[in-house]
């Protein structure tokens, strides 16, 4: 074997055992967050890594309501975090953190907490689309308890397809037509206006003059 292809060996060798035990991590709570394939943002700082965020939206542009924030974020040191806060940059307020059910926020050394999917913490927003837009790559922050914030930009993208399972539960519905005011007003008013004073004046003075004439006729005749 040549000294260069032993040394690619060896290099993808390095990789897949660099990347095995953040798998594994992954699996360990959930695997469905290696189901999202896109390039999503990730970043190191410290004992945080943050892997596949991303700011998930309503299906509908035109919806209002709030939008979720979806991550994996590793813990790589020798001691516990927690995730304290999660803000997106132009949405204002931060994000409404739960956890899991039976679950803490906390993120033990060597393991990883899940945002966002079935059964997993969330990071919910109360915005509207023109606080965050789809197609953008947003700031997004984690901050946490020993650590402090980690940031990174990443992409704002609607609850469709691989990440329909990942978006907001709460879909808005679209508001209701009201059609009982319009309909009264077009068989009411206008209907009784067409048939009542026009038809009288219409079938009236035509009657009159019609007998006046009679009468004159006749008057003339006995003459």
Known sequence: MSSSLRRGVLAAAAITFSILPLAACGAGNNAQTLEIKPDNAATTVGDIKVQNAVVITQPDPEAGGPAVVAATLFNTGTSAQTLESVTVDGAGESAEL??????????PAGG???????????????VTPEDVKDGNAQEV???????????????????????????????????????????????GEPTGEATGEPGGEASGTPTDA??????????????
């Open 141 to 187: 922050t984690f901050t946490f308890s020993k650590t402090g914030d980690v940031s990174l930009r990443a992409f704002v993208v609607p609850s469709e397809s691989y990440f329909t399972g990942w978006g907001p539960t709460e879909v808005p519905a679209a508001p209701e037509e009201d059609t009982a005011s319009p309909t009264g007003e077009a068989t």
């Open 210 to 223: 019609a007998s006046a004439t009679a009468t004159e006729s006749h008057e003339a005749s006995g003459h």
């Open 112 to 126: 990883s907490l899940i945002l966002g999917g079935a059964e997993n913490a969330s990071a919910v927003l109360s």
């Open 98 to 107: 739960k956890a899991a059910k039976g679950k803490s926020l906390s993120i």
